[in-house]
């Protein structure tokens, strides 16, 4: 039977490393995959994920129980990762934002949906568009991709996602909104899906 | 529908997350707004496939070194030693607070070999040489024994030879 986290966790606070590296295995895809959603870059993801669980280490004493272990640590992992994209955007200059403006504006909503058929979970094209989610998060800016894996990912509520980005719940919803506009804008384009040319989005807010 | 600007933004709330004077009003706006409901039913379509879509970029990635290179990167000050080496380790700490002890059992194999040694010497499997008046001595005394019908007689010689 697994040991649960908590158990691994008292053993490695008493200095048995076995379980302390048990929770490394455990946990190192989840939060690479966690890193990987906000940084986008597979090698930043990587030490973004090294340095979590070194954080951890450093602060195996500090959890307290009051959230599981595993958000805990997602928690860790998408605060280096904001860290990681503000330190790589301030020496790059460039937060990249590639979604066809025209693709989110045309009034293409329901596209998808209708593609995905009735039973999205066993769609043929969703498979096909799970295997591009990565590449679309690429292509969109640094603020949309940390919200949509916070929240998609790692599961924050609006308050939630309030406190951890420092930024109203207003904001969190408009942002939240566009964001997955551009996503769903990106993955019709993969899925060969033109928006209708008959319907027009009168939901545009201020914030993108 | 001029309100969707307002409704839109309600449209990916869970359960509990608004208001529910909110959630009445949303509710209501879904009612009359077909452009909503088709950004809802896009929203729904596509749940879970951001998480799906990293977790399969993930699952390609070679994990093999993932844990060594973190546990690598710990100071091995920070873990206990395991049972075995542990054992060990409170063996040393004795003898350091027994440094008598310590050096006894130090010495032991060489003392017990330096004993062994004497052992041998003292108790003539040594050569010859090394005690050439013994053997001098026991071929003067050495008794003669003559066979006969009755049985062997030792004779003893006395100190002059005869």
């Given at each position: 039977?697994?040991?649960?986290?908590?158990?691994?966790?008292?053993?490695?606070?008493?200095?048995?490393?076995?379980?302390?590296?048990?929770?490394?295995?455990?946990?190192?895809?989840?939060?690479?995959?966690?890193?990987?959603?906000?940084?986008?870059?597979?090698?930043?993801?990587?030490?973004?994920?090294?340095?979590?669980?070194?954080?951890?280490?450093?602060?195996?004493?500090?959890?307290?129980?009051?959230?599981?272990?595993?958000?805990?640590?997602?928690?860790?992992?998408?605060?280096?990762?904001?860290?990681?994209?503000?330190?790589?955007?301030?020496?790059?200059?460039?937060?990249?934002?590639?979604?066809?403006?025209?693709?989110?504006?045309?009034?293409?909503?329901?596209?998808?949906?209708?593609?995905?058929?009735?039973?999205?979970?066993?769609?043929?094209?969703?498979?096909?568009?799970?295997?591009?989610?990565?590449?679309?998060?690429?292509?969109?800016?640094?603020?949309?991709?940390?919200i949509l894996v916070l929240r998609e990912v790692e599961g924050l509520s609006y308050e939630e996602l309030?406190?951890?980005?420092?930024?109203?719940?207003?904001?969190?919803?408009?942002?939240?909104?566009?964001?997955?506009?551009?996503?769903?804008?990106?993955?019709?384009?993969?899925?060969?899906?033109?928006?209708?040319?008959?319907?027009?989005?009168?939901?545009?807010?201020?914030?993108? | 529908?001029?309100?969707?600007?307002?409704?839109?933004?309600?449209?990916?709330?869970?359960?509990?997350?608004?208001?529910?004077?909110?959630?009445?009003?949303?509710?209501?706006?879904?009612?009359?707004?077909?452009?909503?409901?088709?950004?809802?039913?896009?929203?729904?379509?596509?749940?879970?496939?951001?998480?799906?879509?990293?977790?399969?970029?993930?699952?390609?990635?070679?994990?093999?070194?993932?844990?060594?290179?973190?546990?690598?990167?710990?100071?091995?000050?920070?873990?206990?030693?395991?049972?075995?080496?542990?054992?060990?380790?409170?063996?040393?700490?004795?003898?350091?607070?027994?440094?008598?002890?310590?050096?006894?059992?130090?010495?032991?194999?060489?003392?017990?070999?330096?004993?062994?040694?004497?052992?041998?010497?003292?108790?003539?499997?040594?050569?010859?040489?090394?005690?050439?008046?013994?053997?001098?001595?026991?071929?003067?005394?050495?008794?003669?024994?003559?066979?006969?019908?009755?049985?062997?007689?030792?004779?003893?010689?006395?100190?002059?030879?005869?």
């Amino acid at each position: 039977m697994e040991v649960d986290d908590l158990a691994l966790l008292e053993k490695a606070r008493a200095g048995d490393a076995e379980s302390f590296r048990a929770l490394v295995v455990r946990y190192q895809r989840k939060v690479f995959a966690v890193a990987l959603g906000i940084v986008k870059d597979q090698d930043l993801a990587w030490d973004v994920a090294q340095d979590t669980f070194l954080r951890l280490h450093q602060h195996l004493h500090d959890f307290k129980g009051e959230s599981a272990f595993s958000t805990w640590l997602f928690r860790i992992a998408t605060h280096l990762s904001i860290d990681a994209v503000r330190r790589e955007r301030s020496s790059k200059k460039e937060d990249l934002d590639t979604v066809d403006e025209a693709l989110v504006s045309e009034g293409a909503d329901g596209i998808l949906a209708t593609a995905l058929g009735s039973n999205p979970q066993e769609s043929v094209l969703r498979k096909e568009l799970v295997g591009k989610m990565t590449e679309a998060l690429g292509k969109l800016p640094a603020a949309h991709r940390a919200i949509l894996v916070l929240r998609e990912v790692e599961g924050l509520s609006y308050e939630e996602l309030s406190e951890r980005l420092g930024v109203p719940k207003g904001t969190v919803m408009s942002r939240l909104f566009h964001a997955r506009k551009k996503m769903q804008a990106l993955l019709r384009g993969y899925a060969g899906l033109a928006p209708s040319p008959g319907r027009t989005a009168e939901s545009e807010g201020s914030e993108s | 529908m001029k309100d969707c600007g307002v409704f839109a933004h309600l449209l990916g709330a869970r359960a509990g997350e608004l208001e529910p004077e909110e959630e009445a009003r949303l509710a209501a706006h879904l009612g009359e707004c077909e452009a909503c409901r088709a950004r809802l039913a896009d929203d729904r379509s596509t749940e879970g496939m951001l998480a799906e879509g990293l977790a399969e970029a993930a699952a390609r990635r070679d994990f093999t070194h993932f844990a060594d290179e973190v546990m690598a990167r710990i100071p091995a000050r920070a873990w206990k030693e395991p049972e075995h080496r542990g054992g060990l380790r409170a063996l040393k700490a004795f003898l350091g607070r027994h440094k008598v002890l310590a050096v006894a059992s130090a010495l032991a194999p060489a003392l017990a070999a330096a004993a062994l040694y004497l052992f041998i010497g003292r108790s003539g499997v040594a050569p010859e040489a090394e005690e050439p008046g013994v053997e001098v001595v026991s071929e003067t005394l050495s008794p003669t024994v003559l066979d006969t019908s009755d049985g062997p007689i030792i004779l003893v010689n006395d100190a002059d030879g005869t």
